[in-house]
């Protein structure tokens, strides 16, 4: 005879997972995160920058959700990003 059956398992709650998938992240920290990446390339640098100040304020209003370090790391590529791009213009 076979065990009783068992419920899935909560895939969200396993934290395996939400190292792969953007599991309870801030959509505007996933965004800034990937703008960051991009300000390498100098042109994104200010919007990075404004994505990021978005993602703060989102993170502050949801304090369940996760993404501080993606923020972070949009910040301050955002702010590197168009630190080289006013310096390009002012040269």
Do not use: N
């Not at 895939?11 to 395996?16: G, I």
């Not at 390339?41 to 209003?61: E, K, N, W």
């Not at 993404?67 to 168009?82: A, H, N």
């Amino acid at each position: 005879m076979p065990g009783p059956i068992s419920q899935p398992k909560d895939p969200l709650a396993d934290p395996s997972l939400r190292w792969v998938l953007p599991v309870g992240r801030s959509p505007w920290a996933i965004a800034a995160g990937y703008l960051g990446l991009f300000s390498v390339l100098v042109f994104p640098g200010p919007i990075a920058l404004i994505v990021s100040l978005m993602a703060v304020l989102d993170l502050r209003r949801h304090p369940e959700r996760c993404g501080w370090g993606r923020t972070i790391f949009g910040l301050l590529m955002g702010l590197v990003g168009t630190g080289i791009l006013a310096f390009a213009f002012l040269t």
